[in-house]
């Protein structure tokens, strides 16, 4: 491991209090309500861990920054958080900004624990400063291709939007889908309205439509659009990276955002750690609470544990990734070295392809789980 160009966290600080950096997307163009229920996973864990004591009889206080979905700002945070002296850095949902994150954190010797994200690539060259808990795109998504496949579904059509994440999943699915008989089809939203759009569905005979594109828009007219186009009754409309977990997608699209499946990261059932803290989380959010809550929750959960004991010296809490076991609120975290992926990794969380039930939407069935 290089020597970090930047103090410890334990030279910055000022004694009073263990510092930990939180990035989240809270303002647009980020996805505000998954930020949302990633902090206050966050922060409902930092409060259980001052409740019993914090680290070492010192409280741990979160240093909360707004990403908005933006790498450049995200790297910029990085910047200031290391400068306010934190042990490390925690969270972002969004794949290409925690990429930003963690090129940042990497080069300035910060360790950061990445909860929500999950583009491959997390880092150009593998890194010992980074982990990571969700799990790696090309495995929910190879998941997801396995349920198309067993729902008889093998044209697929994507609906894209350019960036790196949204083609990252494209190849995992032709990839996958080609060695099984299936073929994957790539439509740009920006050169096609809602009506050619469908057109296009038709004239290839598409028995699938992904939606790699942001939310709510352009993802939301476009369900509208082929819900309503009686050419397209029979199409499965997707959503691996997973618009409709959220409260908001039930709520701006109604019954036509629901039979819409998508990738969820929870167990079938959720053991007594995670039922107690989902019914916490419920109580702050005022709804159920998305598995980024829990990612949230679970992040703190291992950080805190790296602190208690390994200290907040920056390249002992990055040296410790190997050996961290934790209870998490979807079962044991432990980290490891995987294949082509460049960081530390939980391999794996708990994966499920679910939709809202089109009788209640507000109501998840398991279709698939891997």
């Known amino acids: 491991m290089n020597t970090p160009p930047s103090p410890s966290g334990a030279e910055h600080a000022d004694g009073s209090s263990v510092r930990l950096g939180a990035l989240v997307p809270l303002t647009r163009p980020g996805w505000v309500e998954a930020g949302r229920h990633l902090l206050a996973g ?28 933006d790498p450049e700002r995200a790297a910029a945070a990085v910047d200031d958080l290391a400068a306010l002296g934190v042990a490390a850095v925690a969270g972002e949902y969004h794949s290409v900004v925690a990429r930003a994150a963690a090129a940042r ?57 350019p960036s790196v994440y949204w083609a990252s999943g494209t190849g995992v699915l032709r990839d996958h889908l080609a060695s099984r008989g299936g073929t994957v089809v790539e439509l740009d939203t920006n050169a096609l309205t809602a009506e050619a759009l469908c057109d296009a569905l038709v004239d290839h005979g598409a028995t699938a439509l992904l939606l790699l594109v942001g939310h709510p828009e352009p993802a939301v007219p476009i369900v509208k659009a082929v819900r309503s186009d009686r050419r397209l009754a029979e199409i ?15 709520a701006v699209l109604g019954e036509d955002g629901a039979g819409i499946p998508f990738l969820r990261y929870l167990p079938e059932r959720l053991g007594p750690l995670g039922e107690s803290v989902g019914k916490q989380l419920r109580e702050r959010l005022g709804e159920a609470p998305s598995f980024v809550a829990f990612e949230g929750w679970d992040t703190v959960a291992v950080l805190a544990s790296v602190l208690r004991s390994h200290g907040t010296d920056r390249a002992a809490i990055a040296a410790s990734w190997p050996r961290v076991a934790v209870e998490g609120t979807r079962g044991p975290i432990r980290f490891s070295r995987t294949p082509g992926i460049s960081v530390w990794q939980w391999a794996w969380t708990p994966i499920q392809v679910v939709d809202r039930d089109p009788a209640e939407p507000d109501r998840f069935r398991i279709l698939h789980a891997g």
């Open 42 to 69: 966050l922060e409902l864990a930092v409060r259980e861990v001052n409740d019993a004591g914090g680290i070492d009889g010192r409280p741990v206080e979160l240093v909360v920054r707004d990403t908005a979905a």
């Open 105 to 161: 954190a990497d080069a300035l010797g910060l360790p950061f624990l990445c909860s929500s994200a999950v583009l491959d690539a997390l880092t150009e060259e593998p890194t010992e400063w980074v982990a990571r808990l969700a799990p790696a795109q090309s495995h929910g998504w190879r998941i997801y291709a396995d349920f198309l496949l067993g729902a008889g579904r093998r044209r697929i059509a994507v609906v894209t939007q």
């Open 236 to 250: 499965l409309i997707g959503a691996p990276a997973g618009q409709p977990e959220f409260a908001e997608w039930a």
